[in-house]
């Protein structure tokens, strides 16, 4: 099987051909004198760091919607163990534990915007969470900014057959859609992140 | 080495060292994957990059403009 370097290992290939060529020209200037140093001179100091910053913002782009990410300030440390609670009526922890999104994006999976250019402003949000914990004072419990919109839960649930059968869920079915009911904060699935009780919860084990 | 010549080299260096740096500071963002790491990246790095790439372009257009005593006869 041929060898396909990861985008990582790509990234820092194409960086270092690009530090090598650049130190070569600016070394060799005399080489611009001619029409293929221009041409090259362009490719060196024009092309090549265009595409090493697109695809830089590609894979920075992706690992932001990992877990790893998010868990990586203190202050999320104990939402990331929330999703180890061993309790099925635990919303958050449920989703992770059964699969019922990517385990290594879980964060983002739930809490990103289901709109067009969602991923763009949720990243906004996310440059704002970053101003707040480092140059502001996250407030203690953090909590969202606006209310979790029924949108991100219907994202996968309309249309599921469990969803829909439901029995509470068919009889106000126009206000969950409309977003007057909240699907997390009615009394219905408030089960969310309790971060606050961690202490005298038991956690699954997450087998190696 | 004419006046352009020279003007050209001395661009062509600030804008290699600049886009150097730049490439240098997003080798270093890729270590990790932290919110920090994503923000040296986008305004550090692309700062750089930015700043490299548009003093070359800015040394085509300036050597254009003031052609070679030579070009002008």
Known sequence: MAFVPD?????????????LLIVFLISRPSLTASSVGKQMAFVV???LPVVVA?????????????TEFCLSCHIMAPYGQSLYIDDPAHIPAAHFQNARIPRD???????????????????IGGLRHVYVQYLGKPENPIHLYTPYNNRECLHCHDGARSFVEG?????IMPDILSNQISCVSSGCHDNVHD????????FWQEPK | MSAPEQRMTRYLRISGVLIILGLLVEALSLIRIHPLSFLAFMFIGG???????VTFLYSLVAIADHPSPEEHT
């Open chain 1, 45 to 47: 100091l024009f092309v």
């Open chain 2, 47 to 53: 700062g750089l990059l930015a700043a490299g790439v």
């Open chain 1, 195 to 202: 971060v606050a009780h961690l202490s005298g919860l038991k």
């Open chain 1, 167 to 171: 029995a509470t869920h068919m009889a």
């Open chain 1, 105 to 123: 994006e879980a964060c983002y999976t739930c809490h990103t915007d289901y709109v067009m250019y969602g991923t763009i402003l949720t990243k």
């Open chain 1, 7 to 19: 985008p990582t290992t790509l990234l820092y290939l194409l960086i270092a051909v690009s530090i």
């Open chain 1, 54 to 66: 697109s695809m830089g913002a590609a894979e920075h782009m992706r690992r932001s919607e990992q």
